[in-house]
T-cell receptor
C-alpha cells in the first residue's frame, strides 16, 4: 500500500482548461513537496508546503496543504502544453523515510 | 550554480554483473539521497548519505549499497544484477538531511539489465 495516494492517475485536457490533482495520506506529514517530471529527466521541485491550511501560488499553479497536514492539492489555471508531465507529491511522515506518491500523468493537448 | 550531475546517463549490463553509479551534488549540499524509479513501483527511496554517513535506508536488499566522499560526491553500487533492477536511478541533493531540506534531482542513470 502506498503511503501517499495521488488522483487522478491520468489526466488529459485541452489547452486553456483548469484542473486539480490531489495527494492524500492517512499519515501526518511535517511538509509536502510537489515535483514535475518530464520524460528522461529527474523530478523538478515546484513547491514545498509546510503549514497546515497553507496556500501557495506560483503564477498559474496554486498549491494547498490540508489543515490536518495529511493531504494536498495542486490546481492549474488555463493549462498550457508546457504543463505536460508527471506530477509527484512527496514528503516524510514523522520519523519515517522520504516517500513519493505514484504521480498524476498530465497531458495538455493543443 | 551547477545542478546535480549523474554519470553515466545510460548503462546496459547483464545479469550477475555489478554496477557503480556516480552522483555529484550541488555545491554546498551535504546530503545525497538515491531513488529507484520504475513504471510499476514509482519512485522508491534507497538510502541517504549526509556528511559521509548513511542516515536512512529504504527497504532494498543488501545488494544495493552506497557511500559518500568527503567532497559530498556519492556512489551507488548494485551487485549481482537482476533483471528487475532495470530502472531509472535518481540522486537528489539537499542542504539538510531528511525532510528538512528541499531536494534537487539529477537527470538520472537509466540502467538496463539483460
Amino acid at each position: 500500500t502506498q503511503l501517499l495516494e495521488q488522483s487522478p492517475q491520468f489526466l488529459s485536457i485541452q489547452e486553456g482548461e483548469n484542473l486539480t490533482v490531489y495527494c492524500n495520506s492517512s499519515s501526518v506529514f511535517s511538509s509536502l513537496q510537489w515535483y514535475r517530471q518530464e520524460p528522461g529527466e529527474g523530478p523538478v521541485l515546484l513547491v514545498t508546503v509546510v503549514t497546515g491550511g497553507e496556500v501557495k501560488k506560483l503564477k498559474r499553479l496554486t498549491f494547498q496543504f490540508g489543515d490536518a497536514r495529511k493531504d494536498s492539492s495542486l490546481h492549474i489555471t488555463a493549462a498550457q502544453t508546457g504543463d505536460t508531465g508527471l506530477y509527484l507529491c512527496a514528503g516524510s511522515p514523522y520519523g519515517q523515510n522520504f516517500v513519493f506518491g505514484p504521480g498524476t500523468r498530465l497531458s495538455v493537448l493543443p | 550554480k551547477a545542478g546535480v550531475t549523474q554519470t553515466p546517463r545510460y548503462l546496459i549490463k547483464t545479469r550477475g554483473q555489478q554496477v557503480t553509479l556516480s552522483c555529484s551534488p550541488i555545491s554546498g549540499h551535504r546530503s545525497v539521497s538515491w531513488y529507484q524509479q520504475t513504471p510499476g513501483q514509482g519512485l522508491q527511496f534507497l538510502f541517504e548519505y549526509f556528511s559521509e554517513t548513511q542516515r536512512n535506508k529504504g527497504n532494498f536488499p543488501g545488494r544495493f549499497s552506497g557511500r559518500q566522499f568527503s567532497n559530498s560526491r556519492s556512489e551507488m553500487n548494485v551487485s549481482t544484477l537482476e533483471l528487475g533492477d532495470s530502472a531509472l536511478y535518481l540522486c537528489a541533493s539537499s542542504l539538510f538531511s531528511g525532510a528538512e531540506g528541499e531536494q534537487y534531482f539529477g537527470p538520472g542513470t537509466r540502467l538496463t539489465v539483460t
